[in-house]
Nanobody, 121 residues
Framework: QVRLVESGGGLVQAGGSLRLSCAAS????????AGWYRQAPGNQRELVAA???????NYADSVKGRFTISRDNAGNTVYLQMNSLKPEDTAVYYC???????????????WGQGTQVTVSS
């Protein structure tokens, strides 16, 4: 029904930048909140940044001032600009969206397949 596809991950040196994209497709009526999570080996998945439909932003303390989340006007693509990357940012980054599909009255959470971000020291 809803497919989220992430792109933009890769290998970068400490201090570098990457921009992640998450494109949503399918029978989407509306996307409410969307966000980026990450999971490093041996760690739980954690929230990195989130953006609500009204534009409210929420960031993990560890990325404040370095990462910026945004979405396009249609609201179906979400971006994560990551600057001043650190080795501890290394993780698989997942896109998440709360969406309502045509013909449904229930909001559901959807996840992408993840994209690897590796920051070398």
């Amino acid at each position: 029904q809803v497919r989220l596809v992430e792109s933009g991950g890769g290998l970068v040196q400490a201090g570098g930048s990457l921009r992640l994209s998450c494109a949503a497709s399918g029978s989407i009526f509306r996307i409410n909140a969307a966000g980026w999570y990450r999971q490093a080996p041996g760690n739980q998945r954690e929230l990195v940044a989130a953006i609500a439909s009204g534009g409210n932003l929420n960031y993990a303390d560890s990325v404040k001032g370095r990462f910026t989340i945004s979405r396009d006007n249609a609201g179906n693509t979400v971006y994560l600009q990551m600057n001043s990357l650190k080795p501890e940012d290394t993780a698989v980054y997942y896109c998440n969206a709360e969406a309502l599909t045509y013909g449904s009255s229930h909001w559901r959470d959807y996840w992408g397949q993840g994209t690897q971000v590796t920051v070398s020291s």
